[in-house]
Every structure is written in structure tokens, then in C-alpha cells.
């Protein structure tokens, strides 16, 4: 059922009602105003009654009340004013076919109508014309109206899919963005995991150190540890369904004045770390080109732990706004002259992929003992 067949409120009973008696009254004066009273009278006016009383009808059985109404209009003029409300009913509210048949009707029921109360100035054949030309024209307009009102509901329901396309995509970008927040946070996991197993490990084979470099090492277990649990939490809460709590996967992103730090981080552990910096305005880095220039150097020395322990690592940073950033990590080969390939995090393939994501280039190649990672990456002037 679509939305003009639906039950009529009362206020369009009355409207249609009214216009239906003022059409009717205006038809019978008009039609008997220069005639004297006569036998036609009484079935004028009889036939007006009962076209008022169906009027109503037309609003609820459109067809079959035009259909009666039609047939009074071949016995009475009376009838035609409701009648031809009637058509422009049919041709609004059903489909194309049956509204012709009803205006065909219609213009057959006043040739009728014509044919035995003549008597009017006009010409019979002009006055069929008009007919003609009346029923066609509300033809065409209820077809027009019939198409408005489906035009107006198809738009809304490509509103509403819109809407809802709308929340999809905001809904799938959510999620990509907390697995994207996620996956950095693992990453910082895997980094601290790491500092913590080569700490322990110190602990486990010095255990003729002195006590205060015992408990240094113990404190620092201790707060890597809590620190570690943390992002775990952190990253259990971004990978869930719901939305995170509020302040969750809101920590702020690595930039590259934070790259010292975590070189300390490193030497801390025990690895043994030159950096040498030559960037042009760091501070005004894009955050993307920063993200992943501390997440490359991140993974490096993370492998370079975990592969070639005790090994000195040589970090360089260089570039600057318009000439890109280049990051180049060497470090020698362990004993066993494997070079790194899989580590806590996303790997080098993991990393590879971060690089091309952010539009750069990711090189790593084992070469005369050392281990040798390249990066470039993009920097808008």
C-alpha cells in the first residue's frame, strides 16, 4: 500500500465535501437558472444528493465510486463535478491503465449526458471536445501528482540508505582506526617487552653485581612492567566492540623529538647506540612522516636486541621539508650472521608495509657483516 492509499484524514473529507456541494449547487443553478421547472428537476436534484453522499467514497474506493458517479453523470450534469473529482483521484492514486479506462468512461458517460439533455449554445461536437480535452487534462495532472509523490518517497528512502551508508562508514572507520591505534600500541609493547627480557636477563646472568645496580635493574623491571600492562590494557580496550572509554587510545603520537629518548631507552638496556641527527625543522614533521620514522626506528633496534645482542647500532636521521627524510640503522651481525627477520611487533614485512602505507620506500639487505635497514620517506616542502 503506498502512501496516498492510505485512509483520509477528516479534515480532507470535509474539504472534499464542501467543494463537491459548492460545484453540484453552482451546476444545477446554472444549468436551470434560464430554464422553467420541469420533470428533470426532481431527478437533478436527486441526483445531486446522491453525488454529494459518494463523495466521500472517492477518497476511500477511488475506482468504484467514480465508476457509480460516472454513470449518474450520463443521466444528470449534476453528477459531472464529482465525477470528475473522482478521475483526478483514480489518476493520482492508481496506476496509468486504470486511470484511462476512467477518464475514457468519463468522456462516454457526457457524450451521453450530451447527447439526450441538449440544449445549451454550444455545439454538441465542441462541447464533446472540451469534455475531451478536461478529462485528458486531469489525466495529466493526477499522472504528474501520482509521480511527484513517488519521486518525494524515493528521495527520502535514498535519504534514509544514505544515513545508514553513513553510519556504516563512520562505524568501519572507527574500528580501522582503533586496530590502526592498536597496532602502534603493540608495537610500543613489543619494544618495552623487549627492554624488559634484556634486563632480566642481565639479572639472571650478573648475579655478582652490586646491590644497587641490582636494584636499579629490579626498579627498572618494575616500572616496564607496569607500563607494559598499561598498554596491554590499552590495547584489549581498543580492539573490543563497544566504544572505548573516554581518554582510551587518546595517547599522544610519537613525533621525532621523541627519537633520543628512545635511543636512551635503548642504551639503558645495554645496547650501545650512536645517533646522529641532521633533520631541517623536525618539529614541523607531518605527523604521519614522524609516526613512521619513530616506528622504523623502533622496530630496528627492537631486532637488533633480539638478534644480534651486544652489538653496537648506528642510527642517522637526515632530510628535511621539501628533500624527504632519510633513516638508515647498522648494526653487526650476531655470531651466527642471520640477519633479523621476525620480532615482538609487525616485523619487517609488517614494517615494509607501514613505509608504502605512508608513501616512502623501506630497503634492508645484510651487506660485509653488518646489517644495514633503509627508509626514505616523503616530506611536503
Do not use: C
Not at 181 to 204: K, N, Q
Not at 333 to 351: I, N
Not at 359 to 378: K, M, N, Q, T, V
Amino acid at each position: 500500500m503506498n502512501a496516498t492509499s492510505r485512509r483520509p484524514g477528516t479534515t480532507r473529507v470535509v474539504a472534499v465535501m464542501s467543494a463537491s456541494a459548492v460545484l453540484i449547487a453552482a451546476t444545477l443553478v446554472g444549468w436551470w437558472a434560464d430554464r422553467p421547472p420541469g420533470p428533470l428537476l426532481a431527478l437533478d436534484l436527486t441526483v445531486a444528493v446522491l453525488s454529494w453522499l459518494m463523495t466521500p467514497f472517492l477518497l476511500w474506493r477511488p475506482v468504484a465510486a467514480t465508476a457509480v458517479l460516472t454513470v449518474l453523470a450520463a443521466l444528470s450534469p449534476a453528477a459531472t463535478p464529482p465525477a470528475t473529482i473522482g478521475a483526478l483521484q483514480v489518476a493520482w492514486r492508481r496506476r496509468f491503465p486504470v486511470a484511462v479506462a476512467t477518464a475514457v468512461a468519463g468522456v462516454v458517460a457526457h457524450a451521453v449526458q450530451g447527447a439526450w439533455r441538449s440544449g445549451g449554445t454550444m455545439p454538441y461536437g465542441w462541447w464533446l471536445v472540451l469534455v475531451t480535452i478536461g478529462y485528458g487534462g486531469l489525466l495529466g495532472w493526477g499522472a504528474w501528482a501520482q509521480a511527484r509523490a513517488a519521486l518525494i518517497r524515493s528521495l527520502h528512502e535514498r535519504a534514509e540508505r544514505a544515513e545508514a551508508e553513513q553510519g556504516r562508514r563512520v562505524a568501519e572507520a572507527r574500528m580501522l582506526e582503533r586496530r590502526k591505534i592498536a597496532r602502534e600500541m603493540h608495537d610500543v609493547l613489543a619494544h618495552r617487552l623487549s627492554l624488559l627480557a634484556t634486563f632480566a636477563g642481565a639479572m639472571e646472568y650478573r648475579p655478582d653485581s652490586s646491590p644497587e645496580r641490582l636494584s636499579r635493574a629490579a626498579g627498572v623491571v618494575r616500572d616496564g612492567v607496569h607500563q607494559a600492562l598499561e598498554e596491554l590494557r590499552e590495547v584489549i580496550s581498543l580492539l573490543r566492540d563497544d566504544d572505548p572509554p573516554d581518554g582510551e587510545g587518546n595517547r599522544p603520537q610519537p613525533v621525532l623529538a621523541d627519537v633520543p629518548r628512545l635511543v636512551e631507552e635503548s642504551r639503558d638496556a645495554g645496547t650501545e647506540v650512536l645517533l646522529s641527527e641532521a633533520v631541517d625543522e623536525p618539529a614541523e614533521a607531518p605527523p604521519t612522516v614522524a609516526r613512521t620514522a619513530y616506528r622504523v626506528i623502533q622496530e630496528a633496534l627492537t631486532n637488533a636486541r633480539k638478534h644480534a645482542a651486544g652489538q653496537p647500532v648506528r642510527v642517522a636521521l637526515s632530510g628535511g621539508p621539501g628533500a624527504g627524510l632519510e633513516i638508515e640503522v647498522r648494526n653487526s651481525l650476531a655470531a651466527s650472521g642471520a640477519p633479523p627477520g621476525w620480532s615482538g611487533g609487525a616485523g619487517l614485512v609488517g614494517l615494509t608495509e607501514r613505509v608504502h602505507l605512508a608513501g616512502g620506500r623501506l630497503d634492508h639487505r645484510a651487506d660485509a657483516g653488518e646489517f644495514r635497514l633503509h627508509a626514505s620517506l616523503p616530506w611536503p616542502a
